[in-house]
């Protein structure tokens, strides 16, 4: 910073008696207010003018064989504008003058015509510009910083010309041209002919005002339509009239906000009554209803809003259905009932009610939506009545309100054995919500057909609410029991081809049975349903008896725990590496750390067996810790080899993250082993980053500020919802493996995996695949833009010293 009140001035002359003669022009002056000192050669003055010793430098013309002129352009080709120059010679000459101003010189002095004022005056002037040149640099060097790093595209045109100036990043990337190309193009060649049109007319009618200037259809590169939201400011760029636009790209709003006016004249148009209720307000009210209800019912919608659903209820409503329906509200599932209404004038309808729930993005209900049809008409026979009040339309199948009248005469003796059979079709929302109902429709009939049969002659099989069944067998031992429920989930896993699509369902089967697990139809429901839950926590498509897989787990926990407590302290744990390669030249750029455990009395134990167990009771921060500072003993281990250019990822569950000393056991691992952070990558899961997602966040945040990257482990299994990628500070997304093992023949997952690193790439995330079990895989994951992999075409996990024989040394 040059200081114009006090400045230190570096005499360049090879004369020391001229250097005498100025130090004596300027002793007048207070004491401090001018420094100077002197040097006898140009290579001494090129030194301090590098080392930026001084304020103002005078510089003799001639400087024994060297010109003084070569430092001035010394001093503006290597941007020291803000050291200034000013050249001295001992006559006056027009010609050196000239070469002098022209190379650079903040003035030009001749030695015998300089007196101590205007010596003064030139030493400050030529300081106070170097100041300001300094200032108006660093200032633009601000706004170009602020402009390129802006996340919204943004660029600057010429008022005249129309031609882009000035285009940042964002904007490189939106619309897909390079700047070489932007610098030859105009802000109409953007647009479609009709726009730029329109556009012209709006800049002829003076469109000039600072701020919101509309939304405006663009054009890429590729020739996709971006609509984007514009702001404009008039600026001035090197002497020109320019304005300065920032855009926001709404074309995703856009094109929702047109599914949701076309979703809106649907279901105005839609022959079906169609009821939204709000069960966060008390009872359940009713918030809309469309026209077709209004007709169906004699309701206006004054009348029915507000209301709860029963209103339309008569005293012939079957039992049995507003038991399911009920049941639906209650678990918050699907169901379809036939319920006896009546109309505001008192007539009687049928009702066949299709009921959904509608969840928000973090799985909260928020509103139910019902699909009303008038089933009067159809319904007119008293026996088709009868009929479709203890039956399922949608399967036939009797309803489970009819079986359990059944299943109570069953248990009326002593002591009888019967196997009961909840059976829920895994992941189904799916079908109805990606093909529609009527699809989910048809694939429950075909499984009802099948079930059926598997239940056989002496089983009962019945619908019991939405994508659930409900079989009952007498007289079945145990293993008997689980045979049948065998036979029931491989009949639900057949593939069922429809008119344009291939389902391939599973099923999660829980098994009860009497007297053992209860003696009424509730308490065997209950314990069926509770079974079945545990089957799917155990990763679905199985089957699970209610006393064994509790007691099995029982047993586990207390087997496991007990040993797994004291793993740590004994010894038992280890670390095995699997590596990671860059996908372009497949070389090894890190490793993953993954946990072993190996009991003396048990044996080893497999990661997925013990470490659902160190969750459960509690353990996994302890686990973690260890686990974090094995790997970077082994990190420091290998850095003293000599190898060096890789990362050693570990993985971090959700109980680590949520601890508050986490950030300092991460500092403090790297601190004891002298670990470089950016050497240590943190993985985490999905679900360890949506529980409590405002701590989460700070914790990133911090493990960030330490240097480590992150990364976001099997992404696309999850739940979270894609914007809380904005809101976490990650460096990688690794993509399951589920997406992996069928590429690159499946379409499906090869358009899943493109997706993923499209998407993280705009994020700016680093993509890498895990379980790449092949070299046509690994071909494909590299063309399509992924950075690393990950599997065992590569390596599998191997202990230290086999990693060591097979890790180069730098």
């Not at 990043?169 to 802000?187: K, N, Q």
């Not at 003696?519 to 006393?547: P, Y």
């Not at 850095?639 to 250019?645: A, I, Y």
Request: one cysteine or more.
């Amino acid at each position: 910073m040059i200081h114009v009140d006090r400045l230190s001035v570096l005499v360049v002359d090879d004369d020391q008696e001229d250097f005498l003669i100025l130090r004596d022009l300027l002793s007048d002056f207070p004491p401090g207010q001018f420094t100077l000192d002197w040097v006898p050669t140009l290579a001494q003055g090129i030194d301090a003018l590098r080392a930026a010793s001084h304020d103002v430098y005078l510089v003799d013309y001639l400087l024994g064989p060297d010109n003084g002129l070569d430092l001035v352009r010394l001093a503006v080709a290597e941007g020291s504008a803000h050291r200034p120059v000013i050249m001295l010679t001992g006559h006056g000459n027009a010609q050196v003058d000239r070469e002098a101003l022209d190379a650079g010189a903040a003035d030009y002095l001749v030695k015998g015509s300089i007196d101590a004022e205007k010596l003064a005056r030139s030493l400050r002037y030529a300081a106070e510009r170097a100041r300001h040149v300094g200032e108006l640099a660093e200032s633009r060097q601000r706004y170009e910083l602020l402009f390129n790093r802006n996340p919204f595209a943004t660029w600057a045109y010429d008022v005249q010309t129309l031609g882009f100036v000035m285009v940042n990043d964002a904007m490189v990337a939106a619309y897909g041209y390079s700047r070489d190309e932007l610098a030859g193009m105009t802000i109409l060649d953007i647009r479609t002919p009709s726009e730029a049109v329109r556009l012209r007319n709006r800049l002829a009618q003076g469109e000039g005002r600072d701020g919101f200037a509309g939304i405006w259809p663009h054009l890429t590169k590729d020739g996709r339509t971006l609509w984007a939201e514009v702001t404009s400011h008039g600026l001035t760029l090197d002497g020109r009239d320019c304005r300065q636009v920032i855009t926001s790209d709404i074309s995703a709003r856009r094109s929702a906000e047109e599914r949701l006016q076309l979703l809106q004249r649907a279901v105005e148009s839609s022959v079906n009554g169609i009821v939204i209720t709000d069960p966060r307000q008390p009872d359940n009210p009713i918030i809309y209803i469309n026209p077709a209800f209004e007709n169906m019912t004699g309701y206006s919608t004054a009348e029915a809003v507000g209301r709860n659903c029963r209103f339309l209820q008569d005293e012939t409503t079957s039992q049995s259905e507003l038991a399911i329906l009920r049941i639906a509200l209650r678990d918050e599932t699907d169901c379809n009932v036939i319920l006896s209404n009546r109309r505001k004038d008192g007539s009687h309808f049928l009702n066949h009610l299709f009921l959904s729930p509608v969840l928000d993005d973090e799985g909260n209900l928020v509103n139910y939506v019902g699909v009303q049809n008038d089933m009067t008409e159809r319904h007119r026979v008293e026996a088709e009545l009868a009929y479709s009040s203890s039956h399922d339309p949608v399967t036939g199948l009797q309803r489970f309100a009819v079986l359990e009248a059944t299943l109570a005469d069953l248990l009326a003796t002593e002591g009888a054995v019967v196997s009961m059979f909840f059976i829920d079709i895994d992941r189904f929302h799916a079908v109805n919500e990606s093909l529609g109902h009527l699809i989910g429709d048809e694939a429950l009939q075909i499984l009802a057909e099948r079930l059926g049969p598997a239940v056989g002659g002496r089983g009962y099989l019945a619908r019991f609410a939405g994508d659930e069944f409900v079989a009952v067998a007498p007289g079945l031992g145990s293993q008997e029991a689980m045979d049948l429920a065998e036979k029931l989930r491989r009949a639900v896993a057949q593939p069922i081809q429809g008119d344009g699509y291939n389902l391939f369902l599973t099923a999660s089967i829980g098994i009860s049975r009497s007297p053992g697990h209860g003696e009424s139809a509730m308490d065997l429901l209950r314990r069926a349903e509770a079974a079945m839950t545990r089957a799917k926590r155990q990763g679905r498509d199985s089957s699970c008896e209610f006393s064994v897989a509790q007691m099995q787990e029982l047993e586990d926990r207390l087997l496991l725990g007990a040993r797994l407590r004291n793993a740590i302290a004994r010894g038992e744990l280890s670390l095995h590496y699997q590596p990671q390669l860059a996908a372009a030249d497949e070389r090894v750029t890190g490793f993953e750390a993954l946990v072993r455990w190996n009991s003396p009395e048990l044996g080893p134990v497999a990661p997925g067996r013990f470490i659902p167990i160190a969750e459960s009771l509690g353990l996994m921060p302890e686990v973690g810790l260890w686990v974090l500072n094995e790997a970077c003993r082994q990190i420091r281990a290998w850095c003293d080899q000599g190898r060096t250019d890789f990362v050693v990822a570990v993985n971090f569950a959700a109980q680590q993250l949520q601890r508050p000393d986490i950030v300092d056991q991460v500092r403090e691992a790297l601190h004891r082993h002298g670990i470089p952070p950016h050497m240590l990558e943190i993985e985490l899961t999905e679900s360890s980053l949506m529980e409590n997602v405002e701590r989460v966040q700070g914790r990133l945040a911090e493990l960030k500020a330490l240097g480590v990257s992150l990364s976001l482990d099997d992404f696309g299994t999850g739940y979270s919802s894609l914007s809380y990628l904005r809101q976490f500070s990650l460096d990688k997304l690794k993509i399951d493996r589920s997406f992996v093992m069928h590429l690159p023949d499946n379409a499906d997952d090869a358009v899943i995996a493109r997706t993923i690193v499209a998407m993280a790439h705009q994020l700016r995330m680093r993509v890498a695949a895990e379980g790449v079990e092949t070299a046509l895989q690994a071909e494909f994951l590299c063309t399509i833009g992924c950075d690393e992999l990950q599997g065992y075409h590569f390596g599998r996990p191997m202990p230290p010293d086999e990693i060591d024989r097979k890790f180069p040394k730098a």
